[in-house]
Every structure is written in C-alpha cells, then in structure tokens.
Nanobody, 128 residues
Framework: QVQLIESGGGSVQAGGSLRLSCAVS?????????MGWFRQAPGEEREVVAS????????HYADSVRGRFIVSRDKDNNTLYLQMNNLKPEDTAMYYC????????????????????WGQGTQVTVSS
C-alpha cells in the first residue's frame, strides 16, 4: 500500500522560505516513476508545481515558481522535498505530494494531474 505523508507547511511572510517534506512508503522509484508536488488554492484547479522524472531525474517547474522552488529526492530515505524560497502571497495553497509509475504519465513529462498516489496535503499560507 502506497502512502505519502506531507509535512512542513505553515504560515510565513512574503519573502520567507519553507521546506516541504513527503515521506513515501510502499512505492518504488523505478522505471516510469514520477514524483511531484501539486498545489490547489481555493476556487482554483490543482496545478503541478514541480516534479521529478525517473530515468534522467530531470525536473520540471511551473513558470510561476521556477527560480524560487527546488524539488529534490532523498533516495536513501525515500523522501521528496520542496524547498520554497522568496515566497509570495500567490503561493498560498494546499500543497500535495504525488507519485506515479505509469508510462503515460511518464511520457507526458510527469506534469499532468493523473498521478495515481496522493498525500493528504499540507497548507502553505504566505502573508504580504
């Protein structure tokens, strides 16, 4: 059984930083694996923030966070991280960790919302 448990959310002022963690169990980062972070603000659709694609471990970032956020994976501890710097009020959202290992998601660049496994989410609130 795959479990994803996020932590590290909270409230911060604009310009501050947070690091989100996602502890993963029951999931093997193998061929066609994708791991990523999504977010959803009230009244908005869920969107990809950052993801890692197995094979080359290439990363993808949403334009709105590129240069400020860094996604990384600790393979020894099976943990996914999202370092968020220079946070802005528009980054306020519920952040979800997700994982998948289907070829269709992998071929799509690990960017769409069809990941198979999701965490419960952690709230990030940025005040101006």
């Amino acid at each position: 059984q795959v479990q994803l448990i996020e932590s590290g959310g909270g409230s911060v002022q604009a310009g501050g930083s947070l690091r989100l963690s996602c502890a993963v169990s029951g999931y093997t980062y193998s061929r066609y694996a994708c791991m990523g972070w999504f977010r959803q603000a009230p009244g908005e659709e869920r969107e990809v923030v950052a993801s890692i694609k197995a094979g080359s471990d290439s990363t993808h970032y949403a334009d709105s966070v590129r240069g400020r956020f860094i996604v990384s994976r600790d393979k020894d501890n099976n943990t996914l991280y999202l370092q968020m710097n220079n946070l802005k009020p528009e980054d306020t959202a519920m952040y979800y960790c997700a994982a998948d290992r289907t070829v269709t998601t992998w071929l799509a660049g690990c960017r769409d919302k069809t990941f198979a496994y999701w965490g419960q989410g952690t709230q990030v609130t940025v005040s101006s």
